[in-house]
């Protein structure tokens, strides 16, 4: 899809109020697009508008939590209201846990299953039908990980959503071809965002010093969620279906299709890091 210029085309954003989502709204905005973006943290989504109105672009804000049914479906009737199909939707909204499956409990299962697996799915449901029927094509972006391809006990449930998100991105892509409508999973590394002092620590990395160790990793990488946004326009340029992003992430991705042992063996080195 073309990107360089969006005047007249509306893109949605899931979870604009802060990272990736913000960094990829505004720089939509930049191209002059018109923005609905949604999330749970109201004043970030206010200050998040205002920087969009700011770039010149239209900013529809809206509380939506992805994982509510409800909350989507009401959404979708208020966007459809304003445009008969979005151009392009960005279901990026997440959350995560760090820790291994035998100290993730169910409650801990549905909240980032609800989040990160079913915010994507509410999000295409209700949305891609109607960009099929206007039949102008479009684009849709799923952010999964580098965690969605390679998977270590660290991250248990965050790789099973992850991996989710993809596999659904790889069939919606052969889906959505004829309509002329590109699909992108988005497959970032260590990108430094507020996810990590948000996320949930279970078992052994439950620990204060772990979230520091794991904040200051993060931080230390300094791979900005502005350089994220800069490399969505991109791969979603080059309909691009699976788009890692970052040195780690590319490493990641051809060590899992190439040497699959020696990411085993390396993931295995760095759960035993994380919880020693
Ligand atoms: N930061 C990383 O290293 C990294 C790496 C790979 C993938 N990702 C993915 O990128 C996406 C964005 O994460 P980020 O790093 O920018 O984190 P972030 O915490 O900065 O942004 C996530 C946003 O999602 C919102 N959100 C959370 N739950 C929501 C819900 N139920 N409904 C609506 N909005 C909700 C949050 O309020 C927040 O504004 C996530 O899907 C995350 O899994 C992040």
């Known amino acids: 899809m073309k990107l360089d210029s969006l005047v007249g085309k509306t893109v949605?954003?899931?979870?604009?109020?802060?990272?990736?989502?913000?960094?990829?709204?505004?720089?939509?905005?930049?191209?002059?697009?018109?923005?609905?973006?949604c999330d749970v943290d109201e004043s970030g989504l206010a200050a998040a508008g205002k920087r969009i109105e700011e770039l010149g672009s239209r900013a529809f804000t809206h509380r939506v939590d992805v994982s509510s049914e409800e909350e989507m479906r009401a959404f979708a009737v208020e966007v459809h209201g304003r445009v008969e199909a979005v151009d392009i939707l960005m279901n990026n909204a997440g959350v995560a846990i760090g820790g291994p499956f035998l100290s993730t409990s169910?409650?801990?299962?549905?909240?980032?299953?609800?989040?990160?697996?079913?915010?994507?799915v509410h999000g295409c449901h209700h949305f891609v039908p109607r960009m099929v029927e206007r039949g102008q094509g479009g684009h849709v972006i799923n952010v999964s990980s580098a965690a969605g391809y390679s998977a270590t006990s660290a991250l248990a449930a965050y790789n099973a959503t992850k991996f989710s998100v993809l596999g659904l991105s790889e069939a919606l892509w052969e889906e959505l071809r004829p309509?002329?409508?590109?699909?992108t999973a988005v497959c970032p590394g260590l990108i430094d965002t507020p996810i990590t002092r948000n996320a949930r620590l279970v078992g052994d990395m439950d620990k204060p010093e772990r979230r520091?160790?794991?904040v200051s990793t993060y931080q230390r990488r300094a791979y900005t969620p502005d350089r994220v946004a800069k490399n969505i326009l991109k791969a979603v340029e080059k309909n691009r279906l699976v788009a890692p992003i970052s040195p780690e992430a590319w490493a990641l991705y051809y060590l899992?299709?190439?040497?699959?042992?020696?990411?085993r063996r390396i993931s295995l080195a760095m759960a035993k890091r994380a919880t020693q």
């Open 212 to 214: 520091e160790e794991m």
């Open 256 to 263: 899992k299709r190439f040497a699959p042992w020696l990411l």
């Open 179 to 183: 309509h002329g409508i590109g699909v």
């Open 12 to 37: 949605l954003v899931t979870g604009a109020a802060s990272g990736i989502g913000l960094e990829t709204a505004l720089a939509f905005a930049r191209r002059g697009a018109d923005l609905v973006v």
């Open 106 to 120: 169910l409650e801990d299962w549905n909240w980032i299953l609800g989040i990160n697996t079913m915010g994507v």
